[in-house]
């Protein structure tokens, strides 16, 4: 199993260099996994299951070289707003940061699990239950923690735009 993966990473580096080359853009070991587990239909939670399909170098430049790999972005936080008076802005999400963390909340999203609203981790996909605080996986599988009820305080009085469901916890 451990030469597998040796040359799984063997490849995927290799075929770095082909894409980086073919694309011009700077890629990491993960831009590949992840790439490869999207078109293999692996969830990013499973990706690690994209070296078992022993493919080399050239395939999986092959099978990336279209891919549509994500751009860097970079978020710039100022003190205050430099919009003018006025101008129009989005009362049905907000990006909450808080020690390093960026928490995303969609007054209207599409999956009203664990909470309606809940918060999206930017980081690490994970969902936040803004009633308990309790932590869910991407796939709404409870991870068996929770954020502390000072920090869930803490988040939810950031929230200016949104109404919040109920704290539930004592």
Do not use: C
Not at 38 to 58: F, I, P
Not at 69 to 96: V, W
Not at 115 to 130: C, F, I, R, W, Y
Request: hydrophobic content about 35%; glycine content about 4%; proline content about 4%.
């Amino acid at each position: 199993m451990s030469e597998q993966i040796n040359q799984f990473i063997k490849d995927v580096d290799e075929a770095k260099i082909l894409l980086e080359n073919e694309l011009s853009i700077e890629l990491t070991f993960l831009n590949i996994q992840l790439a490869l587990a999207k078109q293999l239909g692996y969830e990013a939670d499973d990706s690690t299951r994209t070296a078992s399909h022993n493919l080399n170098a050239s395939q999986i430049f092959e099978m990336l070289k279209n891919f549509n790999f994500p751009i860097e972005i970079e978020t710039i936080e100022l003190e205050d707003s430099i919009l003018p008076k006025g101008s129009i802005t989005r009362i049905d999400e907000e990006t909450i940061k808080s020690k390093g963390e960026i928490w995303v909340i969609h007054k209207y999203d599409k999956d009203p699990f664990p909470s309606n609203p809940h918060a999206h981790n930017e980081g690490t996909g994970q969902k936040l239950d803004l009633t308990n605080g309790d932590l869910y996986d991407s796939k709404n599988n409870y991870l068996g923690i929770n954020v502390s009820k000072k920090n869930l305080v803490l988040l939810r009085r950031k929230v200016k735009n949104i109404t919040l469901p109920e704290l539930t916890f004592i």
